[in-house]
């Protein structure tokens, strides 16, 4: 299925190009690429597509965030007990977060992850990862767990003032 | 601005760890737009329970790198 997703790609590109059209016809090959796929024969039979990188990356960290994904939620079918912190892949961080929060990451990050597929643009979900990461390392220090997912009392809470040069 | 009591020593020492300039950008970020995404440093919103408000009248927890 193509979507539109700011390259010409509604249809899939019939036109089948020849390796030595690399040479040959190589501003129309590159032209169709950049509106969105250009599909090459190569000699052996081997097919072959040229695509904006751009697009290649965000076809690349998608599928490599959706096997991540599929990690974490069989990680989530396994009690607290059974669990490692191998289970989760190269995202060990996540060891921190408890039932709850690895529900809502996975969540968050399939919505994500449908949005830079579709709107081409991987802002939104590498945003979302530095987020999530970022609270991985807070939680990791007990002091600031504590503090983090505790109650607070106005006690707790010292008013402080903008840093100045004392000599 | 507030600071939770049990972090008043990294504070009083933040100047000396990260340069005055940067202690006060942090200071006047918070004080004055902590909601807004930092002209300077990255900010992000904490996720899960730990980004949630810690009571009635305060924003979601931000997350704001300080880098010297």
Known sequence: MYQNIGYDVTMPSEMIYTVSDLSRRRREVADVARRGLARIRDTDGTGLVLMPARRYEVLEAVSRWFDRLGVVERTLTKSRAERSFADFGDLTWLRHFDEDDLAEFVSELRQTLSLAYHDDDLALLMDAVADWKATAEELADSARREVLLGAVDAADLVEVSRPERHW | ?68
């Open chain 2, 1 to 68: 601005m507030l600071v939770h009591r049990q972090f008043k020593h990294l504070w009083d020492a933040l100047p000396d760890r990260v340069g005055l300039q940067s202690a006060q950008q942090f200071y006047d970020h918070v004080a004055h737009a902590p909601g807004s995404p930092a002209a300077i440093n990255r900010t992000g919103v904490l996720r899960g329970k730990a980004g949630r408000p810690i009571a009635e009248g305060f924003s979601r927890t931000i997350h704001y790198e300080v880098s010297n």
